[in-house]
């Protein structure tokens, strides 16, 4: 199994693989003039960037407008409808009905083309709603003055390039390159560790506990105990509780049984180790033990949780 790979020395490189995050921008807006477009609530991750000139954005359910420049990058977690607009006179129209006249990957609205638009979604695997969707505010907006704007704005243009030319491999570019805009997102996302909700986000953000989150991922298997833990943070056993529990919201060793569990659930899903090499694997002593851990965690067996998400229908 991958449980310990070399990502896994990286905390959130190892998590990303784990909600098996893919971001695909494959959509483009020209627009110009007085303009508007409602978006329905995606019901999934949305990302939407700036590439040229500024609008308003509306998110429908709060009370915010967020002014929009070259360079800013906003995500939305799903829940919501908005609407983008160059200004408040023009009525909107509707975001899935004007891409699907259009005949090619970038549609045209409005007068002009003063502002430039990238767009798509994030797709995520199945322990993505729990671990990210719902850790996420309902926007993420990432201003052009930030740390890793200037990297950002390069990763743009050259996505809208290979949006627009239709170069061979064009596909395959903009998809390797919209993978970096949304870990650059959530690199600065996580940089304002302060301003985030208790939760493995912010634990990985925190400096304090990233060492014993890089021991716990590295080598999940073995029997952590809190003083070792404690040790690798140079922190007491009693301070490094009270921070990690303030930080991820649950204490050091019930994250390292939900890390271990979610390990379980995606080799389950994906690979034909034995349930007793993937005990072992996790730090279980006999099958049973694992067994026994895994029902209390998830609410079925291993094997019927394998059977299940394979789809195959055994019991």
């Given at each position: 199994?991958?449980?310990?790979?070399?990502?896994?020395?990286?905390?959130?490189?190892?998590?990303?693989?784990?909600?098996?995050?893919?971001?695909?921008?494959?959509?483009?807006?020209?627009?110009?003039?007085?303009?508007?477009?409602?978006?329905?609530?995606?019901?999934?991750?949305?990302?939407?960037?700036?590439?040229?000139?500024?609008?308003?954005?509306?998110?429908?359910?709060?009370?915010?407008?967020?002014?929009?420049?070259?360079?800013?990058?906003?995500?939305?977690?799903?829940?919501?409808?908005f609407v983008l607009a160059g200004g408040p006179a023009a009525r909107p129209v509707?975001?899935?009905?004007?891409?699907?006249?259009?005949?090619?990957?970038?549609?045209?609205?409005g007068q002009g083309r003063d502002t430039v638009f990238v767009g798509?979604?994030?797709?995520?695997?199945?322990?993505?709603?729990?671990?990210?969707?719902?850790?996420?505010?309902?926007?993420?907006?990432?201003?052009?003055?930030?740390?890793?704007?200037?990297?950002?704005?390069?990763?743009?243009?050259?996505?809208?390039?290979?949006?627009?030319?239709?170069?061979?491999?064009?596909?395959?570019?903009?998809?390797?390159?919209?993978?970096?805009?949304?870990?650059?997102?959530?690199?600065?996302?996580?940089?304002?560790?302060?301003?985030?909700?208790?939760?493995?986000?912010?634990?990985?953000?925190?400096?304090?506990?990233?060492?014993?989150?890089?021991?716990?991922?590295?080598?999940?298997?073995?029997?952590?105990?809190?003083?070792?833990?404690?040790?690798?943070?140079?922190?007491?056993?009693?301070?490094?509780?009270?921070?990690?529990?303030?930080?991820?919201?649950?204490?050091?060793?019930?994250?390292?049984?939900?890390?271990?569990?979610?390990?379980?659930?995606?080799?389950?899903?994906?690979?034909?180790?034995?349930?007793?090499?993937?005990?072992?694997?996790?730090?279980?002593?006999?099958?049973?033990?694992?067994?026994?851990?895994?029902?209390?965690?998830?609410?079925?067996?291993?094997?019927?949780?394998?059977?299940?998400?394979?789809?195959?229908?055994?019991?």
């Amino acid at each position: 199994m991958r449980a310990g790979t070399d990502l896994s020395a990286d905390p959130l490189s190892e998590t990303l693989a784990l909600i098996d995050a893919r971001c695909v921008l494959s959509r483009g807006l020209v627009a110009g003039g007085a303009w508007a477009m409602r978006f329905s609530p995606p019901g999934r991750l949305k990302i939407t960037a700036v590439v040229r000139g500024s609008c308003r954005l509306t998110l429908d359910g709060t009370e915010r407008t967020v002014p929009l420049v070259a360079g800013d990058v906003v995500v939305f977690n799903g829940g919501n409808s908005f609407v983008l607009a160059g200004g408040p006179a023009a009525r909107p129209v509707d975001a899935s009905a004007a891409f699907a006249a259009s005949p090619g990957p970038v549609a045209d609205l409005g007068q002009g083309r003063d502002t430039v638009f990238v767009g798509g979604h994030i797709d995520l695997g199945p322990a993505g709603d729990e671990l990210l969707v719902q850790a996420l505010p309902p926007l993420i907006h990432v201003r052009a003055t930030a740390d890793e704007a200037p990297v950002l704005r390069w990763l743009l243009d050259r996505i809208l390039q290979e949006m627009t030319t239709g170069r061979a491999g064009s596909g395959f570019a903009s998809d390797q390159l919209s993978q970096l805009v949304f870990v650059q997102v959530l690199r600065t996302y996580l940089a304002d560790s302060q301003a985030l909700p208790a939760g493995w986000l912010r634990a990985l953000a925190d400096e304090r506990i990233a060492p014993a989150l890089r021991l716990m991922h590295s080598d999940p298997g073995h029997p952590w105990q809190l003083g070792e833990l404690a040790r690798s943070a140079a922190m007491s056993r009693t301070a490094f509780a009270t921070r990690f529990k303030a930080v991820a919201g649950v204490p050091p060793l019930t994250y390292l049984t939900d890390w271990r569990m979610r390990l379980a659930r995606r080799a389950l899903r994906e690979e034909d180790t034995p349930l007793s090499a993937l005990a072992r694997s996790l730090g279980y002593t006999s099958e049973s033990a694992f067994s026994t851990a895994f029902k209390r965690a998830v609410g079925v067996a291993p094997k019927r949780y394998r059977d299940t998400a394979r789809g195959s229908g055994r019991q």
